[in-house]
């Protein structure tokens, strides 16, 4: 039930993060191009399992998207609060997917439990 509840959670960020996008004006197509640049980030396991998940990390939680937004707010900055939008909806997507924050010890560690053919229920 709890893995349920943090995938709906994540359901829940992706819509009311793609919907305040609207909000902002600013061109679709900045979202588009936007929405995986956080997976960008994924070039860090070639330094290894524990960088990996530093940058995966550093990229995938609601902290980032929330300074931004709060930037974007403070100088009345509708492409800030547009990009913070689109990373908070990435987030979103993966937890609704059931990517979470990733652990040290690999890649398919993740808060949210294990991902991939082994992970059971997942």
Do not use: C
């Not at 994540?10 to 900045?30: K, N, P």
């Not at 979202?31 to 640049?37: G, Q």
């Not at 937004?69 to 509708?78: I, V």
């Amino acid at each position: 039930m709890p893995r349920l509840l943090l995938r709906l959670e994540g359901l829940a960020l992706f819509i009311l993060a793609s919907w305040a996008f609207a909000f902002t004006g600013t061109s679709w197509w900045l979202y588009a191009i936007l929405f995986f640049s956080p997976d960008l980030s994924f070039a860090g396991y070639l330094a290894g399992p524990r960088f990996g998940a530093v940058a995966y990390n550093a990229l995938h939680s609601t902290l980032g998207p929330a300074l931004l937004a709060g930037l974007g707010l403070l100088l009345e900055s509708p492409i800030l609060l547009g990009i913070a939008a689109v990373w908070a909806a990435h987030i979103g997507f993966d937890r609704m997917l059931g990517y979470g924050l990733k652990y040290a010890s690999g890649f398919k560690d993740t808060h949210l439990g294990r991902i991939g053919r082994q992970a059971a229920g997942a």
